[in-house]
C-alpha cells in the first residue's frame, strides 16, 4: 500500500544489493485480471500498462529494473505460474492488504515474512500505529512468519522504538519503516547463515485492534495533558483528534503544548484545553 513503511525497506533493499527479484503489489481494480506485470527490458512480452496507484514503489522498482507484478487474485493459477516464475527464495511483506494464502505462502523455501508497526503480539491488526498512540502501548516493530490468521505467525525479529514527544504519525512511520528494514536486512543475512530463530506469539498477551472509526478520535477529558497531546500529535496527517469545546466536538489542527498542574485559558482557535493533570495548547480546525 502507498506509505514509507513500503517504500523504505524496499528502497534499504535496493541499496544493499538484496537481488529482489520482483516488487508485487495488489491490483486496484478488481475486475482486471489475476495477475499484470510490467517488466525491465530483458523480460519479453508480458509489458502492461502499470496502475499509478503506487508510483513511488513502481519508480523504485523500475529504476532498478525489477520486474513491477500487480496481483488481484493471488489464488488464480495464472498468478501462481507467474510467481513461480521469479524462483524467489522468501517473500517480504509490508502493509499488503490481500490475505496471502498456504498453497502461495508454502511454495517458497522460506515463506512470507510480514513487517507490523507493533510490538507483537500486541496491537494485531490493520492500523497499529494509531493505537500505540490511543493506547500509550510500548512502539516497535515485529517480522514475523505469515500463517493463516492476521498477524499471529512466529516472530522471526522484533525490535523496541521511542518515539519522541509530539512525535507525528509521519515521524512515527519513518522511524518504524527505517527499524522495519533494518530487521529485514539482518533477517536475509541470517537466513543466508542458516541461523533462522523464531518463537511463537503468546497467545494470552495478544490483542486486536480495528481500523479506528470517528469515535477512536475523541480525546477524553480525563487523560493526562502529556498522553492527550501525543495522542492529538500522533494521529495528525492520519486524521483529525477531536475534543470538546464550549459543548461541541472541535477537530484538532495542531497540538502545540501540554502542561501539568495548568488550567484552559483563552478562546478563539488556538487556547490551552483542560486535561485531567493539566492543559494542552491546541490550533482547532477553523468552523465553517
Known amino acids: 500500500m502507498p506509505g514509507l513503511l513500503s517504500s523504505i525497506p524496499l528502497s534499504r533493499l535496493i541499496e544493499a544489493g538484496v537481488n529482489v527479484r520482483a516488487v508485487v503489489l495488489p491490483l486496484a481494480d478488481t475486475a482486471a485480471p489475476a495477475a499484470l506485470v510490467v517488466p525491465p527490458p530483458a523480460l519479453a512480452r508480458a509489458a502492461i500498462v502499470m496502475q499509478p496507484a503506487q508510483p513511488e ?6 529504476r532498478a529494473g525489477i520486474p513491477l507484478v ?3 487474485d493471488l ?7 507467474l ?3 521469479f524462483a524467489a527464495d522468501v517473500a517480504l511483506v509490508s502493509c499488503f492488504p490481500l490475505l496471502v494464502p498456504r498453497a502461495l505462502r508454502d511454495r517458497l523455501p522460506h515463506g512470507f515474512l ?4 507493533s510490538l507483537l503480539p500486541r496491537l494485531r491488526g490493520p492500523a497499529p500505529l494509531f493505537w500505540v498512540f490511543r493506547e500509550g502501548e510500548a512502539a516497535g516493530v515485529t517480522l514475523h512468519r505469515m500463517s493463516g490468521r492476521l498477524d499471529a505467525g512466529d516472530i522471526v525479529m522484533q525490535s523496541p522504538i521511542r518515539f519522541a514527544d509530539g512525535a507525528t504519525y509521519a515521524e512515527a512511520e519513518r522511524a518504524c519503516a527505517q527499524m522495519g528494514a533494518q ?3 539482518d533477517a536475509l543475512a541470517m537466513l543466508a547463515r542458516g541461523d533462522w530463530p523464531q518463537w511463537p506469539q503468546d497467545a494470552q498477551a495478544a490483542t486486536y485492534r480495528p481500523a479506528p472509526g470517528e469515535a477512536d478520535f475523541v480525546v477524553p477529558a480525563d487523560w493526562p495533558a502529556r498522553r492527550a497531546f501525543n495522542f492529538m500529535r500522533g494521529v495528525e496527517g492520519y486524521g483529525a483528534a477531536r475534543v470538546a469545546v464550549d459543548g461541541a466536538a ?4 495542531h497540538a502545540l503544548a501540554w502542561r501539568v498542574a495548568a488550567a484552559g485559558t483563552g478562546s478563539g482557535d488556538t ?14 480546525e477553523p468552523q465553517p
Open 83 to 85: 510467481l513461480d516464475g
Open 57 to 62: 514503489m513502481a519508480r523504485l522498482a523500475q
Open 183 to 185: 530487521l529485514m536486512l
Open 114 to 117: 510480514n513487517l507490523h508497526p
Open 75 to 81: 489464488q488464480h493459477p495464472h498468478t501462481v505460474r
Open 250 to 253: 472541535r477537530p484538532v489542527q
Open 271 to 284: 487556547r490551552w484545553l483542560p486535561f485531567g493533570d493539566g492543559a494542552v495548547q491546541v490550533t482547532l
Open 70 to 72: 500487480q496481483v488481484g
